[in-house]
């Protein structure tokens, strides 16, 4: 052993002679072993990474490596007690065969991708000539209360992957979305059956949900189904549906959003006050009834037959701060005297606008609740709304 060493250090002294002598630089030798291992696997100390497919049902948890490409070849559900770890300025792609290709974080599951004004987390279509509904998109279900089931620990069932959600944590935790773009979703199954961009089945309020974008999708932006979570600083740009939608009793907050309709689109915000193919089962009844602050919705102008807003199936909220630009109805409200009693809660004050600014709007409000009502009695205009300054937090990190 003595022997060894000592032939070893003179071997040491040899190089190092060598290399002072020539005036080439020294020789550094690095261990690899840690920084480039390839999610618990030794990829060999490569430094070129590997393409690694994410499909199938985990069970594990996983910390993606930003040497290494990944790719959305199908079904990716995470399962209850796993975390996924997505380091800042990661672009995962995604195959561009439709509805059966997404990322899902199943109840008791987390996701936790935070990235950066300048180094965004994005999930994109792989396909060379990308378009809207090449992939799914991103399914995170919690949970949070929902009002399709009859309340307590009962559970609904996910439309895409038939995952269960819902229960009585508000306060469930899914982990943490910050600065993260999903582009080119919104593959469809069926009639039925569709992907958003983001999809929060259930989702609790301990979930942190800041900075996200749904750039160019064929269904809706950003879709609540209950829950309490809440969102910051969204941005929902060329949603070919709906871009903000909420149903099944969600009570979150929306902070800071922002919509731009695209050449194909239907609603800036569609909301329901409960899922109408199920029926409002919760006990006591309640329905949906978010706050939304700060609130901007651009459109294609008023010579164009379309809605910024419909509210209807008894949803309520309160809207602070809202400015809608260019469309021929501004606010479109429809229920009824019976099981949708949208109307009501505007009497009742539990749907209300407290300050709207209307750009080149035709109609500012459309009735067709069953219940009589002014326009004041529903929202209070003022021309000094300016809805979220996007323009500021949206810079460097959205398309548009």
Same mark, same amino acid.
């Given at each position: ?13 040899? +190089? ?55 790719? +959305?070849?199908?079904?990716? +559900? ?170 099944? *009793? ?52 008023? *010579? ?97």
């Amino acid at each position: 052993m003595k022997n060894n060493l000592l032939l070893g250090l003179a071997l040491a002294a040899t +190089i190092f002679t060598s290399c002072g002598e020539d005036g080439t630089s020294d020789i550094v030798i690095n261990d690899n072993s840690v920084n480039n291992n390839n999610n618990g696997g030794d990829n060999g100390g490569q430094t070129t990474g590997e393409t690694i497919e994410l499909n199938g049902n985990y069970t594990e948890s996983m910390t993606l490596d930003p040497i290494n490409n990944y790719i +959305i070849t199908g079904p990716a +559900i995470f399962e209850d007690g796993t975390t996924l770890t997505i380091p800042a300025g990661m672009t995962i792609t995604a195959a561009a065969t439709g509805a059966d290709v997404y990322l899902a974080i199943a109840q008791g599951a987390k996701i936790m991708a935070e990235g950066t004004s300048s180094q965004p987390i994005i999930f994109t279509s792989a396909a060379t000539t990308q378009n809207a509904g090449d992939w799914g998109g991103l399914i995170i279900l919690g949970k949070a209360p929902i009002n399709s089931v009859a309340g307590g620990t009962a559970t609904s069932t996910s439309e895409i992957a038939s995952l269960p959600y819902g229960g009585n944590v508000a306060d469930d935790n899914s982990g943490m979305l910050r600065y993260v773009r999903v582009e080119y979703s919104g593959g469809k199954a069926d009639g039925q059956s569709e992907n958003n961009g983001f999809s929060f089945y259930g989702v609790g309020n301990g979930t942190v949900v800041q900075y996200i974008q749904m750039f160019e999708g064929k269904d809706d932006g950003v879709e609540f189904f209950g829950g309490t979570v809440n969102v910051n600083n969204v941005s929902v740009v060329n949603a070919q549906d709906d871009s903000i939608d909420w149903t099944e *009793g969600y009570t979150g907050t929306i902070t800071d959003a922002y919509v731009k309709h695209g050449t194909n689109h239907d609603k800036g915000i569609e909301a329901d006050g409960y899922n109408t193919d199920i029926g409002n089962l919760s006990s006591p009844v309640y329905f949906s009834k978010p706050t939304v602050n700060n609130l901007t919705i651009v459109g294609l102008g008023s *010579g164009t037959e379309n809605e910024a807003i419909r509210l209807r199936a008894g949803t309520q909220g309160v809207f602070t701060n809202v400015l809608l630009d260019g469309f021929a109805e501004g606010f479109d409200l429809d229920g009824d005297n019976g099981n949708n009693p949208t109307g009501a809660g505007v009497l009742s004050g539990d749907l209300v606008v407290n300050s709207v600014s209307f750009l080149d709007v035709t109609l500012n409000l459309k009735n067709d609740t069953g219940e009589t009502f002014t326009d004041a009695d529903f929202y209070t205009e003022d021309t000094n709304a300016t809805g979220t300054d996007y323009e500021t937090w949206g810079a460097g990190w959205t398309r548009q």
